[in-house]
């Protein structure tokens, strides 16, 4: 089965109304490639917003969920909330959020679980430090995370893996298209033993870190690339060219 061509875009804590409603007027005009999947993630507060704007066929994220139904969980939002507002998709397990929240992989593979099993797709991120990669630590850091989630979830239909090396994220260093091939291969090598055979074949693995128009075409030419998660350049108008990089 062919993987759709997947791009995500995520605007991480940037945007104000105006701006947003700016980037989805430019989506909404756009000639945009009928093969490729597109999901925008906003901040929390303007989701309602990016969902009311947007036209149907482009899909809204969260940047995070929590993984319990309700209660008292002071600035949490939860897996029926974002669905009430007719929100798709969340990702799970940004770096910023390992690194500076302090996530651990348990609480990201239960967050991914609350969500997968409410009926939510997962954009689950992954990735090494640079001191992990120079180390020689990168496969084992990345299938460690996933590993986490796999304890937890077997049904991987609802998820897409996002690669983002950390040290490429936001740095303006991409990773070459070697060394993006040669993890998104291992991660679909390691989802082949661990998960299952259907799992390597169908599931979506997008590299993030430091996408742009001028990078993008070379990684869509990856066997094992099958979208991208985008920062920066979401926020811009050459995120249309990357959304198109595959036509
Ligand atoms: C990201 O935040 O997921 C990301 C990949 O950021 P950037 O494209 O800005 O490196």
């Not at 897996?79 to 998709?89: A, C, F, M, N, R």
């Not at 770096?95 to 992989?105: A, F, G, M, W």
Request: with cysteine.
């Amino acid at each position: 089965m062919g993987r759709k061509f997947f791009v995500g875009g995520n605007f991480k804590m940037n945007g104000t109304i105006s701006s947003i409603k700016g980037i989805i007027d430019n989506l909404n005009n756009a000639k945009l490639d009928p093969e490729t999947e597109v999901v925008i993630a906003p901040p929390s507060a303007y989701l309602l917003l990016a969902r009311e704007h947007l036209r149907q066929g482009i899909e809204v994220a969260a940047q995070n969920v929590f993984d319990k139904p309700n209660g008292a969980f002071t600035g949490e939002i939860s897996v029926e909330q974002l669905k009430d507002l007719g929100i798709t998709w969340t990702l799970v397990g940004h770096s910023e959020r390992r690194v500076l929240l302090q996530e651990e992989d348990s609480f990201v593979a239960s967050k991914t679980k609350a969500a997968v099993d409410g009926g939510l797709g997962v954009i689950l991120c992954c990735g090494e430090s640079l001191e992990q990669r120079e180390a020689g630590k990168t496969i084992d850091v990345v299938t460690s995370q996933l590993k986490a989630v796999a304890d937890k979830v077997s049904d991987w239909s609802k998820i897409v893996i996002a690669y983002e090396p950390i040290w490429a994220i936001g740095t303006g260093k991409v990773a070459t298209t070697e060394q993006a091939q040669e993890v998104h291969a291992e991660i679909r090598e390691w989802l082949k033993k661990e998960v299952s055979p259907e799992a390597a074949d169908n599931t979506r693995i997008l590299y993030g870190g430091s996408v742009s128009d001028k990078n993008c075409v070379d990684l869509t030419k990856q066997p094992d690339i099958d979208g991208f998660l985008v920062g920066g350049a979401s926020l811009k108008p050459a995120f249309i060219d990357i959304i198109n990089s595959k036509m």
